[in-house]
């Protein structure tokens, strides 16, 4: 069995910054990619930022500059530090990882989700 649990979501006044973390947990034999989705109600999830294994990166155009995902693989760790944050960014925020597990099928997995706020 997998787990996925994220943290750090919160309420931050624009301009401010946030780090959002998860961790995976369980019998894991590997995992690939490592990512954050965000959603904001009546709209689909949407991509912010993805990391190989090897470390590459990809960010949604709206957060680049702005955002920055990185990863442990020792730790199986994924986190996401928002700077310069916009009420735009607010959403819950989703933690998903491709996990191959030590038996069964490699399978996404994602957190229960975080939510973010950026107001005055």
């Known amino acids: 069995q997998v787990h996925v649990v994220e943290a750090g979501g919160g309420l931050v006044q624009p301009g401010g910054s946030l780090r959002l973390s998860c961790a995976a947990s369980g019998n894991i034999l590997s ?3 490592m990512g954050w989705y ?3 109600p ?3 999830r949407e991509l912010v930022a993805i990391i190989s294994s090897g470390g590459a990166s990809t960010y949604a155009d709206s957060v680049k500059g702005r955002f920055t995902i990185s990863r442990d693989n020792a730790k ?5 530090q928002m700077n310069s944050l916009k009420p735009d960014d607010t959403a ?3 933690c998903n ?5 030590t038996s069964g099928v490699s399978t ?3 957190g229960q989700g ?5 107001s005055s």
Do not use: A
């Open 31 to 33: 995992i690939g990619r």
């Open 38 to 40: 965000r959603q904001t």
């Open 42 to 44: 009546g709209k689909e």
């Open 76 to 80: 199986k760790t994924v986190s996401l």
């Open 92 to 94: 819950v925020y989703y």
């Open 97 to 101: 990882t491709f996990v191959t597990p």
């Open 108 to 110: 996404t997995y994602w």
């Open 114 to 118: 975080t939510q973010v706020t950026v």
